[in-house]
């Protein structure tokens, strides 16, 4: 079974640039997130999707964050414009209702 | 909300002995405390868990015990090997169910040969 697929795995972007994330769930997982990890740190939730609506969005930074889920599969994280402090890795997670969340391998952002 | 402080934030050990992780949690109401694995360059990955009507779980190596009257749960690593070097994360759930997790800041393990 395939596991969470998040891409591009390393992207690096001059800052104010925009950069966009992308996530294939674990099939048949309605719930998806977002995670921030910075460096030495945990997960940091940003969003939080039950099927294609945002149940949980009051972490991300909505000036320059955006996030969507057509039709409860796939998910974009977008970021415009992109500062240094958003340097990070950013983590698709899915699970079922009340399962276990299973994490995607993760995309390394480094903003210069 | 709820707020998870995990320690030590380092811990070395020789091969064969036992680590502990501890960790507390502030929202009384949360009843889910997973406990994941990160190697480095990795994704986090669920090694056990346990839920707020358990007191201590148990499999082969790791085991996990909950005080809820104290709020705070920790995780026992037994016989350690060198595999077992990597970043762990305790997490618990805030009021809204088992899905929304909030983590702790990470524990770094190394077992030492």
């Known amino acids: 079974e395939a596991g969470v697929v998040q891409s591009p795995r390393y992207k690096i972007i001059e800052k104010k640039q925009p950069v966009a994330f992308w996530c294939n769930p674990i099939?048949?997982?309605?719930?998806l997130y977002w995670y921030l990890q910075n460096l030495g740190q945990g997960p940091e939730l940003l969003i939080r999707?039950?099927?294609?609506?945002?149940?949980?969005d009051s972490q991300l930074p909505k000036d320059r964050f955006s996030a969507e889920r057509l039709k409860g599969v796939d998910s974009t994280l977008k970021i415009q414009p992109a500062e240094l402090g958003d340097s990070a890795v950013y983590l698709c997670?899915?699970?079922?209702?009340?399962?276990?969340?299973?994490f995607g391998e993760g995309s390394r952002l480094t903003v210069l | 909300g709820e707020n998870v402080e995990q320690h030590p934030s380092t811990l070395s050990v020789q091969e064969g002995d036992s680590a502990v992780i501890k960790c507390t949690y502030s929202?009384?109401?949360?009843?889910?405390f997973p406990w994941y694995k990160q190697e480095l360059g990795k994704r986090p990955q669920l090694i056990i868990d346990?839920?707020?009507?358990?007191g201590e779980k148990k499999d082969q190596r790791i085991a996990v015990t909950l005080n809820k009257t104290a709020k705070h749960f920790s995780l026992h690593i037994t016989e350690t090997q060198p595999e077992d070097s990597a970043v762990y994360f305790c997490?618990?759930?805030?009021?809204?169910?088992?899905?929304?997790?909030?983590f702790g800041a990470g524990t770094r393990l190394a077992v030492h040969p």
């Open positions: 099939s048949g997982h309605n719930t």
């Open positions: 997490a618990a759930s805030s009021t809204g169910g088992y899905n929304k997790l909030i």
């Open positions: 929202d009384s109401a949360s009843n889910y």
């Open positions: 999707y039950e099927n294609e609506e945002a149940v949980d």
């Open positions: 997670a899915s699970s079922l209702t009340t399962g276990e969340l299973f």
């Open positions: 346990i839920r707020s009507n358990v």
